[in-house]
């Protein structure tokens, strides 16, 4: 078991890549911490501002609407965050691109040979978590494989959100393996691209649970 520098009580759960109102309310019905929208066009994932707007709308409060980007132009950000609670930023934006909005926002780091991690979380001082995820040339996130967990120091300056290929039945390893602060599911939950499984997702869901009891 890793000891990471915050402490977690309870594994924090993101869905991402949501896209349809029932997988929206199906995801708050079974208590997830957080969702994702992907504000990426180069993503099967994708989702139009138009679209976020409508799914936002379905979150109650205390649980996170996290919006993930790719290198965006800051006009792109400004016009979804009013519609957000976090910044997700998923390709080679600097610290000062991540912060320039002033809200709230996280770090995804693609586990590339050679990477500090120690390193990382000194440049992204100001992110809320790092989010590390599996590497695969030229596909910024999403990749649907599992990279090798040991890699991850014990302790980190950032609470680390886990995610890379994490299914239902994995998902117990990991926790156990890393003790990250939360995990990051998509691809492991769905019948496909963008469309959730209810009943993954429910399994999901109780093998942290589990994991953590």
Not at 47 to 60: F, G, K, T
Request: hydrophobic share 45%; proline share 7%; net charge negative.
């Amino acid at each position: 078991m890793r000891d990471h520098a915050t402490p977690i009580g309870r594994t924090r759960v993101k869905f991402c890549g949501l896209s349809r109102a029932e997988d929206v309310d199906t995801a708050v019905a079974l208590g997830a911490d957080a969702l994702g929208f992907v504000l990426w066009p180069g993503s099967k994932r994708a989702i139009e501002l138009e679209r976020l707007v409508a799914l936002a709308e379905r979150v109650p409060a205390f649980v996170t609407r996290v919006g993930l980007f790719v290198d965006p132009e800051p006009a792109e950000v400004e016009r979804a965050a009013e519609h957000l609670d976090l910044l997700q930023f998923h390709g080679d934006e600097s610290p000062v691109h991540c912060a320039a909005s002033g809200r709230p926002w996280i770090k995804a780091l693609r586990m590339r040979d050679g990477l500090d991690l120690e390193a990382a979380a000194r440049d992204y001082a100001g992110a809320r978590a790092l989010l590390l995820d599996a590497y695969r040339p030229g596909v910024p996130g999403g990749t649907g494989k599992t990279f090798d967990w040991s890699r991850i120091p014990a302790r980190l300056a950032k609470p680390v959100i886990l995610a890379g290929g994490l299914t239902p039945a994995n998902v117990a390893e990991a926790i156990a393996t890393v003790a990250p602060f939360a995990v990051d599911v998509s691809g492991g939950i769905e019948a496909s691209p963008g469309v959730k499984d209810a009943g993954l997702m429910a399994d999901f869901l109780q093998a942290v649970r589990r994991t953590d009891a």
